[in-house]
């Protein structure tokens, strides 16, 4: 399978209004679909709109309270506000769609070998509520789906965001059918960690090095006969990022990038492209745009 047949899906159709001078740069999302399509990475008829996830997927990991308590605008306001975006119609349709998106680039990666969500890694996302940017975890969803029916038998998540994934922790973290290795600030959101099978804290202002032989001796450590990877490609990592704490460069980036693709030794790769919130944002998008070009070069 060559890479003219990888499919991509994409959520910025749906736009969601933020208040003005809200930190979410809600901007990134489209601004990379089109960099992707300027730079050649990915050609238009890859891309593909994300279809709404099922309430029916979502219920395997989240409670019914929480899914129809969104639907319905039911849930009291103390416990949207930890999300950080004001519900609202289009917030709840982007919020399936992320998902849908995640969803169906894991069947397809399972089809061709490797695919992408311009979008997702909403793994701050907890059963019953959701926190830190992030409404359904993408992740749970689409690992419990292909494993509830038998498509695959172990996933191994590999979480690269500067930010640990609280959520896919608190999901999935005492199964023995998925391993999640997490590589995060140790002095980042979030502040009370959930154990993952493998957690790596890293301290404030770790370069490129000192992450890149942190990931080798992670991924050294992994005993597990996975079927496939997920992996979340945060980029906020990435030195000129507000939120993040190390000191990443793009070339580091992308050597961590290829890294992963080596890992998975020809196993399916499904990606989401995770956090980045780098001031100007077109940094953040070029780090993300640099993770498809990576992935290009190597699976072409
Ligand atoms: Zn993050």
């Known amino acids: 399978m060559s890479w003219e ?37 990915i050609q238009a008829n890859q891309l593909f709109e994300s279809p709404l996830a099922l309430d029916d997927d979502l219920l395997r990991v989240h409670d019914e309270n929480y899914v129809y308590g969104l639907k319905n605008h039911s849930l ?18 982007r919020s399936y769609s ?71 922790s608190s999901i999935l973290g005492k199964r023995d059918d998925i ?6 600030g140790e002095k980042n959101y979030p502040f009370r960690k959930v154990p993952s099978h493998l957690d790596v804290a ?21 005993n597990f006969a996975f079927d496939m990877i997920f992996y979340q490609a945060g980029v906020d990592n990435l030195k000129e990022d507000i939120l993040g704490t190390f000191e990443l460069s793009f070339q580091g980036l992308m050597k961590r990038d290829q890294m992963v693709f080596e890992f998975a030794k020809n196993r399916p790769i499904a990606m989401a492209i995770g956090g ?6 077109e940094l953040t998008v070029e780090a ?13």
Not at 98 to 119: I, M, P, Q
Not at 288 to 298: M, R
Request: charge should be neutral; include cysteine.
């Open 179 to 184: 391993f999640i290795l997490s590589l995060h």
């Open 76 to 93: 009291p306001e103390k416990e949207l506000r930890p999300i950080g975006l004001t519900w609202g119609p289009e917030l709840l349709k």
């Open 276 to 281: 980045g919130y780098a001031s100007p944002i």
């Open 288 to 300: 993300h745009a640099n993770t498809f070009k990576v992935a290009k070069s190597y699976f072409s």
């Open 5 to 41: 047949n990888y499919c991509f899906y994409y959520t910025d159709h749906i736009e969601v209004p933020l208040p003005p001078g809200h930190r979410f740069p809600m901007v990134k999302y489209r601004l990379l679909r089109e960099k992707v399509l300027a730079d050649g990475i």
């Open 202 to 222: 890293l301290p404030e202002k770790t370069n490129d090095e000192e992450y890149l032989t942190a990931l080798r001796e992670a991924l050294q450590k992994i």
């Open 98 to 168: 992320s998902v849908g998106g995640f969803v169906a680039a894991s069947d397809s990666a399972l089809k061709n070998g490797f695919s992408a969500l311009l979008a997702g890694g909403t793994h701050h996302a907890h059963k019953d509520r959701g926190e830190g940017y992030c409404v359904f975890n993408d992740f749970a969803v689409a690992a419990t789906r292909l494993i509830d029916q038998k498509k695959v038998n172990k996933i191994l998540i590999i979480d690269l965001d500067v930010h640990q994934g609280n959520g896919n």
